[in-house]
């Protein structure tokens, strides 16, 4: 690795939030190795960059690598199935991911003197008996549970992130990610944005698990991205929530995503999943005085930005009969397009005014 370019890993790279720290790193002029197996993630979500002489992406396992180079100056674990769909169908590679792939990236972390990142979880705090949940909360957790693979490997990744730190000095970061949503998630990933967007856009019946009354907060994955980047550059070697602490039921979000798309779905209930959290929300103080950060996309904001990259998912995936009626936009219908707007497709396509998919050239602006 010649290059004076800070040199970054980023593990599970391709995935949703991997893809948009791939595209953040490149753009703040580093290098960027992006290491993933596909397990969730995709190739097309960094097909953009794959041209790019400071862009690198290595097929690999991290579960099972231990010679991904050294020389890194910063090292990001993104690798990790992150919905429920995903970890329950993939138990033990999420359990091998947390601990032996965390290990793996720390040996490498090591030999290289990198700053490692890990992208933790609100799971590490269970089904939480504290409310809103701060980093001195240790959580509430079933830990044989269906949920448990998940929770525990992060768990297990933090407490070894914690060690190396204490045993080796190594420059360690903690980030507790609460539910993020934002272009290039899988409109099949089981998350309650893809799901209820596709549904409602669909006019199909919106599926809510329990009677809705259970809370959650949705952070915009610019926000969250920026987060992270300042939690990767501060001192802080133990865990920071990063999330927006704003809840809403899922009751009342499916009903703001209906509203959004402009759709005649009705809302249908199924049981509610074991050991669901009935509520979730960070305490950010600790991200607002150290990192001096917080959201600064409302979710209304957020969700309409997201709403062309799942039309085309929808179109992509032949998913039929599609709603084009048009859709209540908060910056209303021409013309004023505030930043999100410009953002909200970046490294995607775009519907231009003619109705025709285009490619945005340079998905790094
Ligand atoms: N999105 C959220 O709301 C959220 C919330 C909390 C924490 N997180 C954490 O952020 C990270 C990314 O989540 P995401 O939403 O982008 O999920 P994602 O599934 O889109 O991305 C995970 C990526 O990791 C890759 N991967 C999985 N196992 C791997 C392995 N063994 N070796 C190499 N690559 C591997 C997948 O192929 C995928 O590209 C995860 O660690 C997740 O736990 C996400």
Redesign the pocket.
């Known amino acids: 690795m010649a290059s004076s370019k800070p040199q970054t890993l980023i ?2 790279g ?5 893809s948009h720290l791939c595209d953040r790193f490149i753009r703040d002029g580093h290098h960027v190795t992006c ?7 995709r190739l097309e979500n960094v097909d953009h960059l794959l041209g790019d002489p400071d862009f690198t992406f290595v097929h ?4 099972t690598s231990t010679d991904l180079g050294t020389g890194y100056d910063f090292i990001l ?7 429920p769909i ?1 970890y329950l169908r993939y138990p033990l ?1 999420t359990l ?2 947390g601990s032996l ?1 965390m290990r793996n990236l720390l040996g490498i972390a090591k030999a290289s003197n990198a700053r490692i990142l890990q ?5 590490v705090y269970g089904d939480p008996l504290v409310h809103p949940q701060d980093e001195s909360y240790w959580g509430h957790v079933n830990p044989i549970g269906p949920r448990s693979v998940y929770d525990e490997s ?1 768990r297990f990744a933090e407490a070894i992130m914690a060690s190396y730190h204490r045993e080796f000095g190594l420059e360690t970061r903690i980030a507790r ?4 949503y934002g272009t290039r998630m ?1 409109l099949d990933d089981g998350r309650v944005l893809p799901t209820f967007i596709k549904q409602a856009l669909c006019d199909e019946p919106i599926s809510i698990f329990g009677d809705g009354s259970q809370t959650r907060p949705f952070c915009y994955v610019d926000d969250l991205v920026e987060g992270i980047v300042r939690l990767l550059y501060s001192d802080e070697s133990d865990p920071v929530n990063i999330g927006n602490p704003e809840e809403i039921t899922i009751g009342e979000f499916a009903e703001e995503v209906v509203k959004l798309t402009g759709s005649r779905s009705s809302i249908t209930y199924l049981p509610l999943p074991e050991d669901d959290p009935k509520v979730r929300k960070p305490d950010i103080t600790k991200a607002r005085v150290i990192l001096g950060w917080s959201p600064a996309t409302n979710r209304t904001d957020g969700v309409a930005s997201t709403l062309d990259y799942f039309f085309d998912e929808v179109s992509r995936l032949g998913i039929a009969p599609i709603n084009r009626r048009p859709i209540q936009r908060p910056f209303g219908r021409a013309g004023n397009r505030s930043a999100i707007q410009r953002r909200r497709s970046q490294g995607r396509l775009f519907r231009n005014r003619a109705g025709k998919n285009k490619r945005i050239s340079d998905p790094r602006t």
């Open positions: 593990a599970g391709a995935g949703f939030l991997g290491v993933d197996n596909l397990l969730t993630g690999r396992d991290i579960s674990n993104f690798a990790c199935p992150a919905s995903d590679e091998d991911v792939g992208a933790s979880t609100s799971e992060k990610i609460f539910n993020t899988r």
